[in-house]
């Protein structure tokens, strides 16, 4: 068996990669805003999220850890035998596919609609998934490597983002709370929920890690600061924008517009564009490297790096080909994409604790006999 | 892709090379390997070896009274202390010998005789390999061989012209010591011998180049280096199979990590303190003969943007000169590039007033930004370059034409806006900042790539160039140590040395990649503390003391 990574990464980058993951397409799309009637809610559907994303994410993180050095691809092969395992497998690779294809075409329709109107949107995705792959065929290491420093760039612009424009800030416009039921929160809840849902990333990174026993324990911490910083954000946009938050396209990016300080320290929006930029190279970045290790692993390839330049020119071609525009794009991400990664998600996960469980009583019974 | 075929080709032309030049290099024009009984065929192997070269100089002298033994002692004029020769040499051979008889001694009894005794000087060694003997002679070393028997001495009498220990030319201090590497391995080795006075200050010498016979050194300090570094670059040195080595910035290329980077992974100093400031974090030095350009590896990225007089001045102003160096290397890399992307493409993050007088500026200006940046930057670089390479006597011509032409009359005849001046000026000087320059001269690169994706994509094109750029920095290693060490991956206790720089006292340990072997430096809380007023009885009352 060759290896075909061989990089280690640190607890902290785990955790950094996750909440960069988590947080990126929603840095300036606000799905879970645009994706509600009553945007008063939002913070709250938000630690919903949260409660129900912590059991899932402790869940995918110990099953990993009951294979050391085996990715979620290869184990699946293991629990649920080479054919069944295989077809997860591609049902996980397709996941991470759909994943990179939505953030690549987010990014280009971002840069599109805010600050470029007239170049067109295939320069910005080509770019994109070349920085990535670049990044991904240098191998875990270096990307979780980067992602650390991204994570710490991308917080501090967000924070920068959240507290600067306390002029506008009327904490009022947060009121009433839970007027309209618990019916309200359900559509934004999915949509997180679909976001957390790529957290079965957890059961690729988890056999790089050079300490794996601290594993649970940084998943954890990256949802509570994933869904923090989510949660900050649906309450500074109401606080700003009051009740209409869901009709701006970009609310983060025009939030950041607002910010000036003295009449000299404005145009932080750049600093926006640029943190997101990085950050979505990071998770394209991730992305590519997860899929090219599970293609390599579910076909026993001996080495995965050049699978890392095609997948990411398949990216683009696709990332243009499913989506019409970026209505079309929210809508698909907040609804079936949302719902259908749930779903693979759950499956996922109870099928193999299911194969889990009946081997284990399985290998009790036969002890016990023998 | 390119790359890999670029790389296969030059593998197939390397290899192809390799066999036609094995032959040269080997013992020249000699059938035979070892030292002949007979002296005249011995001096005919020399005199053939070395051909008619003019600085060849073979003296006969007689050992013992009439006849006696037939010496020929041989070396190169110029290589050698010619005085020394006569004295510790020819002169205890022909002077104190004049009552022996030496055909009644054997001729070990000679060897023992000439070796033990008669010859003067401390460095002193047998040989009886021709091949040795030749590259000794060639070397600068002094020959003594004798007639009747096949071994001869050599001694190392070495002394030619040499450039003294002078301020380096590149990096200057204004505190701090002034001495520079020169271009003799002895005087560099010595120069770091008198810094670090204890045995386990080691030196290791190689010699590379089958003609050019450079001596090469790997100096490191014993226990604080990490051994495999140390037998990497033992490998990496002894893998070399070339006909000259002239210069450690060829024996870089060599040795380095990352062959097709711009970036370098191996720093090169003139600067001694330099050096033994990296020994004592764990890295080693390979110093060249013929060069005084020492090269450290393993380093990290922000190892080029320090400067030794970090670390003499006060920390504060130390740690703010650094934060300084890094945003010079930021304005050196982007600058042109963000100036070109706000004007073409985001003129509405400027604040209006500037807007309008950018655009006044550029009315008449018949050029896209783009073109005008590149036009400038690479008017400075021609510029930079003639500076450098002309004589001295023109520099005044050169800075005239410089200011006047390239500065002053472009704007007035409209070519290019002062705004554009003033970035690419700015630039220059902070490109200046740098303290190393293999470094600098990897940003004057690759801000030309950086202009045009600016000029094509906006702020988008900087971020994607930026980022390849970053991409490429992570991905690379230095002796097995990530290349942006304690920024990516982040190493929380190197931060104190890197980012700022912590005061002496609180930098307990080495760097963590290089420094593992022996972690800690110092004992811990050696913060100076002022004795409080009570306790403090010298400063206090000097006039009670004096009376007790």
Redesign the interface.
């Known amino acids: 068996m060759t290896v075909l990574e061989g990089g280690k990464i640190s607890g902290r980058q785990f955790m950094a990669v996750l909440i960069v993951l988590r947080i990126v397409p929603v840095t300036l799309v606000f799905s879970l805003i645009s994706n509600i009637n009553h945007v008063q809610d939002v913070w709250i559907a938000v630690i919903i999220g949260a409660v129900i994303t912590i059991p899932f994410a402790v869940l995918v993180t110990k099953l990993s850890l009951r294979f050391p050095g085996k990715t979620i691809i290869e184990y699946s092969q293991i629990l649920l035998g080479p054919v069944v395992g295989r077809l997860l497998g591609l049902v996980i690779l397709w996941c991470f596919l759909c994943t990179s294809i939505d953030i690549t075409r987010v990014l280009g329709e971002g840069y599109v609609i805010a600050i470029m109107p007239e170049t067109p949107i295939l320069a910005f995705m080509v770019m994109l998934a070349f920085m990535s792959s670049y990044a991904a065929r240098s191998g875990l290491e270096v990307t979780c490597r980067l992602g650390e420093d991204v994570f710490y760039i991308l917080v501090f612009v967000l924070l920068l983002t959240y507290v600067l424009p306390y002029n506008a800030m009327r904490f009022e416009n947060l009121r009433p709370v839970l007027a309209w039921g618990v019916s309200n929160l359900v559509p934004p809840v999915i949509s997180d929920l679909g976001f957390y849902s790529q957290f079965l990333m957890i059961g690729m990174l988890v056999p790089y890690l050079n300490r794996p026993e601290d594993a649970t324990k940084y998943a954890i911490y990256a949802v509570l600061i994933g869904s923090g910083l989510m949660a900050l954000a649906a309450v500074v946009l109401v606080a700003v924008f009051g009740p209409t938050a869901n009709s701006w396209t970009l609310p983060l990016y025009s939030l950041s517009r607002m910010i000036s300080l003295g009449e000299f320290f404005e145009r932080i929006e750049v600093a926006v564009m640029a943190a997101w930029t990085l950050s979505t190279g990071i998770k394209l970045a991730l992305f590519l490297w997860a899929a090219s290790i599970a293609i390599a692993q579910l076909f026993n390839l001996r080495a995965f790096e050049h699978l890392v330049y095609p997948l990411g020119a398949v990216i683009v071609a696709s990332g243009l080909f499913f989506f019409n525009s970026m209505v079309d794009l929210e809508d698909f991400l907040a609804k079936a994409g949302a719902v259908s990664s749930i779903l693979v998600a759950g499956v996922t996960l109870t099928l193999l604790y299911a194969a889990l469980g009946i081997r284990t009583l399985i290998r009790r019974r036969k002890g016990g006999s023998g | 892709m390119a790359l890999g075929i670029l790389s296969k080709a030059l593998k197939r032309l390397l290899s192809r090379q390799r066999k036609d030049s094995r032959a040269l290099g080997a013992c020249p024009s000699s059938p035979q390997t070892l030292l002949s009984r007979k002296l005249r065929e011995n001096e005919a192997f020399i005199r053939d070896a070395f051909g008619n070269s003019c600085d060849l100089i073979i003296r006969e002298v007689r050992f013992g009274i009439s006849p006696g033994i037939a010496v020929l002692v041989v070396h190169i004029d110029g290589m050698v202390d010619t005085a020394l020769v006569s004295e510790a040499i020819i002169k205890p051979i022909g002077v104190t010998s004049e009552l022996l008889e030496p055909e009644r001694l054997s001729s070990a009894q000679v060897q023992d005789m000439l070796k033990n005794r008669l010859i003067l000087l401390s460095d002193v060694k047998q040989v009886s390999d021709i091949a040795d003997l030749f590259h000794s002679i060639a070397g600068g070393k002094c020959g003594i061989i004798l007639d009747g028997s096949s071994v001869a001495f050599v001694c190392d009498v070495r002394g030619f012209e040499k450039r003294s220990v002078e301020e380096p030319m590149s990096e200057v201090v204004i505190r701090g010591p002034r001495e520079g590497f020169s271009e003799v391995l002895r005087i560099n080795t010595s120069l770091l011998r008198r810094r670090i006075k204890d045995p386990s200050f080691w030196i290791e010498e190689f010699t590379v180049g089958r003609v050019s016979r450079t001596q090469v050194a790997i100096a490191y300090i014993k226990g604080i280096a990490n051994d495999k570094v140390v037998q990497e670059a033992r490998d990496r040195i002894t893998r070399i199979d070339i006909d000259s080595i002239q210069e450690s910035g060829q024996l870089e290329e060599y040795l380095e990590d990352a062959p097709f980077s711009p970036f370098p992974t191996i720093l090169r100093t003139e600067r001694p303190d330099r050096v033994t400031g990296a020994l004592f974090e764990g890295r080693i030095a390979i110093l060249t003969d013929g060069t005084p350009f020492v090269l450290i590896a393993p380093v990290t990225f922000l190892l080029f943007l320090t400067s030794p007089e970090d670390y003499y001045e006060r920390f504060f102003i130390a740690s703010a000169v650094r934060l300084l160096r890094y945003a010079s290397f930021f304005i050196a890399l982007l600058l042109p590039a963000l100036y070109v992307a706000v004007t073409t493409?985001?003129q509405e993050?400027l604040?209006t007033p500037l807007v309008l007088a950018i655009a006044a500026q550029r009315e008449g200006v018949p050029f896209p930004a783009i073109f005008e940046a590149l036009l400038m930057e690479l008017s400075f670089e021609i510029l930079r370059e003639a500076a450098v390479r002309l004589p001295k006597i023109y520099g005044p011509a050169i800075s005239i034409v410089g200011v006047l032409i390239l500065g002053e009359a472009a704007v007035r005849a409209g070519l290019v806006s002062s705004a554009m001046i003033i970035v690419v000026a700015l630039t220059a000087i902070a490109s200046f900042v740098t303290p190393i320059f293999s470094l600098s001269i990897a940003v004057r690169l690759l801000r030309f790539p950086i202009i045009l994706l600016a000029g094509t994509?906006?702020?988008?094109?900087v971020?994607?160039g930026f980022?390849?750029v970053?991409?490429?920095l992570?991905?690379l290693r230095s002796f097995g140590v990530?290349f942006?060490e304690p920024?990516?991956?982040?190493v929380a206790s190197d931060l104190k040395d890197t980012l700022i720089r912590l005061p002496w006292w609180a930098m307990d340990t080495r760097p963590e990649f290089t420094g593992k072997s022996d972690l800690r430096r110092q004992s811990r809380g050696l913060m100076p503390r002022a004795p409080k007023p009570q306790e403090n009885k010298i400063s206090g009352s000097p006039g009670k003391r004096g009376s007790t």
């Open positions: 493409f985001h993050m604040p994509l906006g702020l988008f094109g971020v994607f980022s390849v970053a991409i490429h992570s991905s990530p942006l920024i990516a991956p982040v």
